[in-house]
């Protein structure tokens, strides 16, 4: 068995004066960042801890587009998750396709051989990482995505 790689710290040194332009996304819209001391420090630790960064504050102050300009600092996807009273833990962790698996055997119109169709219906295939797997577990996460 092969030990995983380690993870790899980025850099995170933003020029407090310069101003980051991001690009709308989804519902969010196009805006500039400027990063602060504070911030940065939070964001430094978090990295460092290898651990993700929790930020509770009231709505409309920055929290998502301090998340958007880290990823876009770093070269990473911005994910979210919009929570509100239906979510579930699981909601943050994973999603299961039962649709797509449906669709798959459909598809696949199972003969007497069973061999030949259950891998391809395993329920493992139609597990979707959402936003603390990929948090938490990046590397996992990406496998998972491309099972």
Do not use: C
Not at 49 to 61: D, M, N, S
């Amino acid at each position: 068995m092969t030990k995983p790689a380690r993870f790899e710290r980025p850099d995170f040194r933003p020029a407090m004066d310069k101003v980051l332009d991001l690009l709308p996304q989804d519902s969010w819209p196009a805006a500039r960042h400027r990063f602060d001391e504070r911030s940065i420090r939070a964001v430094r630790t978090a990295i460092a801890a290898e651990r993700p960064l929790l930020i509770r504050k009231k709505p409309g102050i920055g929290k998502s587009q301090l998340a958007r300009a880290v990823a876009r600092e770093l070269n990473l996807p911005f994910l979210y998750h919009v929570v509100n009273a239906r979510t579930e833990h699981t909601d943050l962790l994973y999603e299961y396709d039962a649709v797509s698996r449906l669709a798959e055997a459909q598809v696949l119109r199972p003969s007497g051989d069973a061999s030949a169709w259950r891998p391809e219906l395993a329920a493992e295939r139609f597990v979707r990482p959402q936003v603390l797997w990929w948090a938490f577990d990046w590397r996992g996460a990406r496998i998972q995505a491309k099972a």
